[in-house]
């Protein structure tokens, strides 16, 4: 995983939880700055795949390891 | 006139299972940018209570899985049984702890952090003698016309 500025843990927490707290982690955030997301509700990686897409946020890098889901979004 | 996306929402129904969907989306909605107003009228003003006293029945919902394959065997006349509708709520709530589903309250206050409007039906408070006093803070009251005023514009409408 490249670098990244704040880091959110959303394990355990299930839809639409992780979006909703990576939103308020972002809203905190400056532009430019990378958000990291670890989750563990398989749906997630479609979700962050449509808010990446519908907000504006990029995002970087999307991948499992050991059951876990991990993302990198960049903040508009 | 804003250039936000907008989804108008319409709650009737006041069981647990079903209070779920309108907070759902209309606070992630809200996450992605929408501006969110949601109606509730008849039974779904038991979503905003303060606080939120709401079950799940067995009793004429076939589809609602059961423990132990319960759902395929257990004849439906003992769903109505006293103290069914009881279990299955705490089972049904246990479940969606242990699964880190968020409680209903959790969910409504996410909404009202991200500014969802909320609507009571002022026609069934009336209808129903509820006291507006129950109702958690920050809510509107109106009836139809309220509601097109927000969903004729809407990018989304639903009914739940």
């Known amino acids: 995983m490249a670098d990244f500025d704040e880091e959110l843990d959303a394990s355990g927490l299930n839809c639409p939880l992780p979006i909703l707290r990576a939103k308020k982690a972002l809203a905190g955030m400056s532009s430019g700055q990378v958000l990291h997301i670890i989750a563990t509700d398989p749906g997630s990686v479609k979700d962050f795949e449509a808010f990446a897409k519908q907000t504006g946020n990029e995002l970087l890098e999307s991948k499992e390891a050991g059951g876990k889901f991990e993302f990198l979004i960049k903040k508009a | ?160």
């Open chain 2, 1 to 160: 006139m804003s250039d936000e996306k907008k989804l108008a929402i319409i709650a009737t129904k006041g069981t647990l299972d079903w209070g779920y969907p309108p907070f759902i989306l209309a606070s992630t909605a809200a996450a992605l940018g929408y501006e969110v107003e949601i109606f509730f009228t008849f039974y779904g003003l038991q979503l905003l209570k303060k606080k939120i006293d709401v079950k799940v029945s067995p009793l004429g919902n076939p589809g609602m899985p059961m423990p132990a394959g319960m759902d395929k065997w257990f004849p439906t006349l003992f769903t109505a049984l006293p103290g069914m509708e009881a279990m299955m709520t705490s089972m049904m709530k246990a479940k969606m702890k242990s699964k880190g589903v968020a409680s209903l309250e959790d969910l409504r206050e996410l909404c009202q952090e991200a500014e969802v409007k909320m609507v009571a039906c002022q026609m069934t408070v009336d209808l129903f003698d509820m006291n507006p006093s129950d109702f958690i803070d920050g809510i509107e009251f109106g009836g139809a016309a309220t509601f097109f005023e927000f969903a004729g514009d809407a990018d989304i409408t639903l009914f739940v």
